[in-house]
């Protein structure tokens, strides 16, 4: 009896030991009253920054639809792993607000893996209001090509509803028939001209040099070769093409594909003809002073949509490789596929354009929350009136963030070469954290740059800084940072924007930082939903 005895209490004890060491669930968490750091993980669906329940969404192709008056985005569903040979179906959301997403699930399959579009690839979608059909063009990739074989093609499917797609076998646009290339002959981008004929471009090269070919349609069945719209520059090759008219000027919006560059671009012209003329030559005639970069490597293949008011982009942000925030692949393609982005296209009096904030995502964070100052640096932070005044190396940590957040506050530096930050999965006890820094190249430049830092941290994080944007006259910086789960979005004064991926934010503190210099931060809020 004793040696039962004995043997039920040890049970006993090493029961009561391990409930000891289990974690503390998170519903019974201290949020609001500590700073310690937290490993937390996203949810499985994100709604803002669109993520399915199973897979990341590739290159987004928005719509409007003229009939239900509602933006639908195709998307290419990539699963990882993908069926073998067939792979990234369109699938599909619809949106009014650009900030709520309802799922269309798969809207075009794949071919098998016998067929040309065994895979899909990147198109668009139109409606023909002359025989009230809408048109999906698509890049049909076929499976291991041979010899003699296309390896892509341009291919069509209709539908009267936008529910049940009925593919034309009959319909092929292949590039060897216009001595362009049989093996990247993809991403076709289709609008209604002012000629009133429909107009194509195709991402195509040209023995090894890149261009985007045109060809014209009455009827959007027939179609005319044109000739080369615009030769690419140097080595480069110009993904997603989007052509459309705002106001009086033509813009085309691009995905540079060069694993050196990897952002979304764009060029203006007052005519078809002067935007034709950005390449000629490989004469590189910019829009603007940052080489008409519109957002980081964190966002990449955007097109656009419009209702006729307002116009947005949409494009995906990359996951991060084992969940590694400094896990850029520097040099490298980024991790394909990812979460869907959209941001609003802001044209400004000279025809360049920015992205901005949307006013549907804004208006979602709709539950103001407290903003406490938990921790700050020794010395450095002065508090009053709802302001914080950073000198030197100062910092001041603030409460933790939910899953969704909007932060907007205003930064204003004493000096135009003043630097400053802002940190996120950052805690008390944090070896390392993440910084978004708004950085001095110089005394009238500015640029966004990533860092890791702490006493672990690597520092400065290449592949995801942003680019470069002229210091404010004013040296006031109106700031609005959205995060969805590990999607962030950082605005600036309607002239900047910022897309990258940090996990870990959510369930996390946060700080504003100051570099040697003195910088004041106003009218700071946290909103949620």
């Known amino acids: 009896m004793k040696k039962i005895s004995f043997m039920l209490l040890s049970l006993c004890l090493t029961a009561l030991l391990a409930s ?9 968490k201290d949020w609001a009253g500590t700073t310690t750091s937290f490993a937390s993980s996203d949810e499985k669906i994100s709604t803002t920054y669109y993520k399915p329940y199973a897979g990341f969404v590739g290159d987004p192709m928005p719509f409007f639809d003229p009939n239900t ?11 990882r792993p993908n069926m073998a040979g067939t792979y990234h179906p369109f699938w599909g959301v619809e949106t009014t607000d650009v900030a709520n997403y309802t799922s269309l699930d798969e809207v075009l399959p794949t071919g098998s893996r016998a067929e040309q579009d065994a895979a899909l690839g990147t198109g668009c979608v139109v409606y023909n209001e002359q025989d009230k059909l809408y048109y999906i063009f698509y890049t049909g990739n076929r499976d291991q090509p041979k010899a003699g074989d296309d390896a892509q093609v341009v291919m069509c499917a209709t539908s009267p509803d936008f529910k049940t797609w009925t593919k034309d076998p009959l319909f092929r646009l292949r590039g060897v028939e216009y001595a362009y290339s049989s093996k990247d002959f993809r991403d076709p981008c ?35 070769h044109q000739g080369v719209f615009m030769s690419m520059m140097w080595d480069r090759f110009y993904e997603c093409p989007d052509v459309f008219k705002m106001g009086d000027w033509w813009y085309l919006v691009y995905s540079e594909m060069h694993s050196a560059i990897r952002r979304v671009q764009y060029f203006k012209g007052h005519t078809l003809e002067e935007l034709k003329a950005c390449t000629a030559g490989d004469a590189g005639i910019w829009p603007d002073n940052h080489e008409g970069f519109l957002d980081s490597r964190g966002f990449y293949a955007g097109k656009t949509a419009s209702n006729g008011e307002d116009r947005y982009i949409w494009g995906w942000c990359p996951t991060r490789e084992g969940y590694d925030n400094t896990k ?24 360049t354009l920015t992205l ?32 914080y005044r950073l000198e030197g190396n100062a910092y001041a940590l603030f409460n933790r963030l939910g899953y969704h957040n909007h932060l907007s506050m205003t930064v204003t530096t004493a000096e135009p070469t003043d630097k400053f930050g802002i940190s996120l999965v950052r805690g008390t006890d944090s070896k390392k954290y993440y910084t978004v820094i708004v950085n001095p190249e ?21 592949a ?35 897309t990258n991926r940090i996990y870990g934010t959510q369930l996390n503190c946060w700080s504003v930082n100051g570099y040697n210099g003195t910088i004041t931060v106003s009218d700071l809020q946290v909103t949620q939903y």
Request: include cysteine; hydrophobic fraction near 35%; charged fraction near 25%.
């Open 190 to 224: 289709v609008w209604l001209g002012d000629d009133q004929l429909w107009h194509m471009l195709v991402a195509t090269k040209i023995g090894g040099k890149g261009n985007l070919a045109e060809f014209t349609s009455p009827d959007l069945r027939q179609w005319t």
């Open 328 to 351: 850029t692949n520097s040099g490298a393609e980024p991790q394909w596929a990812g979460s869907m982005v959209a941001h609003r296209v802001i044209q400004h009096p000279d025809g």
């Open 20 to 28: 000891c060491e289990q974690p503390i669930p998170e519903d019974h």
């Open 69 to 79: 008056r509602s933006f639908k985005v195709l998307y290419l569903q990539e699963f």
């Open 356 to 387: 901005g904030e949307v006013a549907g995502i804004k208006a979602k964070y709709d539950q103001k929350t407290e903003v406490k100052l938990m921790a700050q640096s020794p010395e450095g932070v002065t508090p009053g009136n709802g302001a």
């Open 442 to 462: 110089g005394n009238t430049r500015r640029k966004i740059n990533f860092e890791e830092e702490g006493p672990e941290g690597k520092g400065f994080i290449e």
């Open 464 to 498: 995801i800084d942003g680019y470069m944007f002229d210091t404010p006259a004013d040296n006031t910086y109106h700031i609005d940072i959205y995060t969805d789960n590990s999607v962030f979005v950082m605005y600036i004064n309607d002239q900047v924007c910022y």
